[in-house]
């Protein structure tokens, strides 16, 4: 009783936080002629509730694709028809054709913010708390805390209730997956994650590791036996769903074409503003873009995702549990974000979902991996208006995360996973002063990125070089992806898991 009703507890908090923050400002409020991402969702309402479907990917007369065109999969345009509907009734000229574009008033605002919370009660936080109490270790106070951690991660929480967006909808669908998996409902698992892959097609970047630990599973279990039945079983679902998802598309293949080519728009370039990967960073000393062409860009990116996400998949492969799916979904999903091609900068909460899975194990590295991954959004949540917001969840985040989880209290290079760093410094450093070295570097880290806010809002740059602060966010925010990349990367190489495989359920 005293747990559920900690848990409830937890979730109010995590409701509170979201609505709280759903009264800032969203993104492009009030600037015409584009705004934002979100007139971006309500203009995809306008478009499917008053379009035939196959319209939708299409530039026609009544569908600019050029002002905000859709460009998600077939599962955002069911779900904005959806919600269209719904605006329908409540006011009809949310949605009217043409006359809608940039429509703004309170009353809309709290219906696209009610949209977002009421996706994240649906699929996003049952997920959470069923994988905190079913698929992690230890007491139920500290399930508990780690659920209030993941539920109040302000990553997530800034971009979809401040900027506006529906990520919680894709990773809530992802995290069943992992759910699903790890409770061995495997076709459950593969339902869900083919559905959010249906739904953001950015859910690639955790597509190997399910690949990988499902086509595992079934080697093991022998691909002359149970291992082929379950292999035919799971391969049927992921193709069923896939055609439930694209029904209406099917019978034209020029529909198929089209909106494959809006779900890849490789013309718009390598990457996009000051996303802190390494193309971006790079192309402070060297303009990548300039100097290779878009074909030798494409391949490079390709070639360097290959390189750094199939070690942790192989791995995965010849060891399936839960403990390496967790490890190789964080460095799958971090290698995607870091050097593939055409990344966004709220691209990082998709490594951001599988790292929250890492904090009951890992809590000081993960707390600091999403603490550096809020931060690094910090351009594009000042240009929303969302500095407030921003500072306040990101403190309560640090302040809950190592208080509850007890992140900085003695830990050892066991507990941190430093064993391999101690086998390469053992002659220079004694265990303590790894763990120490750690520690102090966390500390030099928050400084630094409190610091660099700081400065964001206060100073203005010099007029020459007018993206000096945002160019820094990004460059400092990639340093730290980098080094947590090959973190997690040691981490699960070198070091046995000593976790249990996945728990299963009759």
Excluded at 449 to 465: I, Q
Aim: net charge positive; glycine share 6%; proline share 5%.
């Amino acid at each position: 009783m005293e747990t559920w009703s900690l848990i409830s507890i937890c979730v109010l908090l995590g409701l509170t936080t979201r609505w709280a923050v759903s009264f800032s400002s969203y993104s492009g409020a009030g600037k015409a002629p584009m705004f934002g991402d979100y007139e971006a969702q309500r203009h995809w309402q306008e478009v499917t509730y008053n379009l035939p479907v196959k319209e939708w990917y299409f530039n026609t007369t009544d569908n600019d694709l050029g002002y905000w065109g859709l460009d998600y999969p077939p599962l955002t345009a069911y779900h904005s028809l959806l919600c269209a509907h719904i605006a329908k009734l409540i006011d009809p000229a949310w949605v009217e054709l043409h006359t809608s574009r940039g429509y703004e008033s309170a009353s809309h605002k709290l219906f696209m913010r009610t949209t977002v919370l009421f996706a994240d009660i649906v699929i996003y936080i049952p997920a959470v708390i069923l994988f905190c109490f079913y698929l992690t270790d230890g007491s139920s106070k500290k399930k508990v805390a780690t659920s209030l951690c993941i539920l109040l991660y302000p990553g997530l929480i800034l971009i979809d209730y401040g900027h506006f967006q529906y990520n919680s909808v894709s990773l809530g669908l992802a995290l069943w997956g992992v759910v699903g998996l790890g409770l061995g409902w495997d076709l459950l698992g593969s339902l869900a994650f083919t559905l959010a892959l249906n739904y953001k097609q950015m859910e690639l970047y955790h597509s190997l590791p399910f690949f990988c630990y499902l086509l595992g599973k079934c080697i093991k279990q022998g691909l002359m036996g149970k291992g082929l039945l379950l292999l035919v079983k799971i391969s049927l679902t992921v193709l069923a769903t896939f055609t439930f998802c694209w029904w209406p598309f099917l019978s034209d293949p020029q529909q198929i074409l089209q909106v494959l080519h809006r779900l890849f728009p490789v013309d718009r370039g390598l990457f996009e503003d000051k996303v802190a990967n390494t193309w971006c960073s790079l192309n402070v000393l060297i303009k990548i873009k300039s100097l290779l062409s878009r074909d030798t860009q494409l391949l490079l990116s390709f070639a360097l995702t290959l390189l750094f996400i199939l070690p942790s998949s192989i791995k995965l492969l010849t060891k399936p549990t839960l403990w390496q799916f967790k490890l190789a979904l964080v460095n799958s999903s971090l290698a995607f974000f870091l050097f593939s091609f055409q990344v966004h900068e709220k691209s990082i909460l998709l490594p951001a979902l599988p790292v929250c899975l890492l904090m009951n194990e890992l809590p000081l590295m993960s707390i600091w991996f999403l603490l550096a991954s809020t931060f690094s959004m910090l351009p594009l949540l000042l240009k929303d208006g969302l500095l407030l917001p921003y500072v306040v969840t990101s403190l309560a985040f640090l302040y809950l995360g190592v208080y509850l989880l007890s992140a900085l209290d003695g830990k050892s290079e066991e507990e941190l996973r430093l064993g391999f760093c101690l086998k390469l410094t053992q002659h220079c450093l004694s265990k303590h002063t790894l763990s120490l070295l750690v520690k102090f570097m966390f500390r030099v880290s928050l400084v630094a990125m409190a610091g660099l806010s700081f400065t964001s809002v206060v100073l203005e740059p010099p007029a020459r070089l007018p993206d000096l602060f945002p160019v820094l966010v990004s460059v400092f925010s990639f340093l730290h992806f980098l080094a947590l990349l090959l973190y997690f990367n040691l981490v699960q190489l070198t070091e046995p898991p000593s976790k249990k495989g996945p728990k299963k359920t009759n």
